[in-house]
């Protein structure tokens, strides 16, 4: 089993930044990847950003260029960094971590103002 908690969410004005946080824990050593993905309300959820255990990283095409996946090993906590943030970036942002099968965090609210 493995547990994530996000944080970091919020609202703020387009063009600023965010910092999301995701702690793992229980079953760490057994992840394959961790990566943010976000759902607006009445669209599907979709792949924001990946990381490996061994830090190879993937991003969806709405986001290069402007996001930032990283990871701290010794912390247990993967990151994304948001910068230029935009009003169509707003939705409700989910950590994943994989293992045999996929685990979610509870999600956290990203608000972008015009």
């Known amino acids: 089993q493995v547990q994530l908690v996000e944080s970091g969410g919020g609202l703020v004005q387009a063009g600023g930044f965010l910092r999301l946080s995701c702690a793992a824990s229980?079953?760490?050593?057994?992840?394959?990847?961790m990566g943010w993905y976000r759902q607006a309300p009445g669209k599907q959820r979709e792949l924001v950003a990946t990381?490996?255990?061994?830090?190879?990283?993937n991003y969806g095409d709405s986001v290069k260029g402007r996001f930032t996946i990283s990871k701290d090993n010794a912390k247990n906590t993967v990151y994304l960094q948001m910068n230029s943030l935009k009003p169509e970036d707003t939705a409700v942002y989910y950590c994943?971590?994989?293992?045999?099968?996929?685990?979610w965090g509870q999600g956290t609210q990203v608000t972008v103002s015009s």
């Open positions: 994943r971590a994989r293992t045999t099968r996929p685990y």
């Open positions: 990381i490996t255990s061994g830090g190879s990283t």
């Open positions: 229980g079953s760490i050593f057994s992840i394959n990847d």
